[in-house]
């Protein structure tokens, strides 16, 4: 059984960085395509960005391009995600998630909440 545990998370200011973490547990973890996503209040959820099964291949909405980074390390059963320049249009509840094929997620996170102040 997957499971997905997401950390992190936190308070920050505008133009500063967090780093997220997505702990996979269960097998064969390069086997999954890995996203991560948020929520903003009131607001539907969202991709952010993915990150395909050898992590060759990383995909950035223009939302996250040039500001946040998408990486997974499979010897560690892990994915983070590297948030610079962060914006108060960036607060919301993250969460990372795996599927086996790509824009076909079957496994998510409880999240974690991820605020910036201006």
């Known amino acids: 059984q997957v499971q997905l545990v997401e950390s992190g998370g936190g308070l920050a200011q505008a133009g500063g960085s967090l780093r997220l973490s997505c702990a996979f547990s269960g097998r064969d973890f390069g086997s999954f395509v890995m996203g991560w996503f948020r929520q903003a209040p009131g607001k539907e959820r969202e991709v952010v960005a993915s990150i395909t099964w050898s992590g060759l291949t990383t995909m950035h909405t223009p939302t996250s391009h040039g500001r946040f980074t998408i990486s997974r390390d499979n010897a560690k059963n892990a994915m983070y995600l590297q948030m610079n320049k962060l914006k108060p249009g960036d607060t919301g509840v993250y969460y990372c998630?795996?599927?086996?094929?790509?824009?076909?997620?079957?496994?998510w996170g409880q999240g974690t909440q991820v605020t910036v102040s201006s």
């Open positions: 998630a795996a599927g086996k094929e790509l824009n076909k997620y079957d496994h």
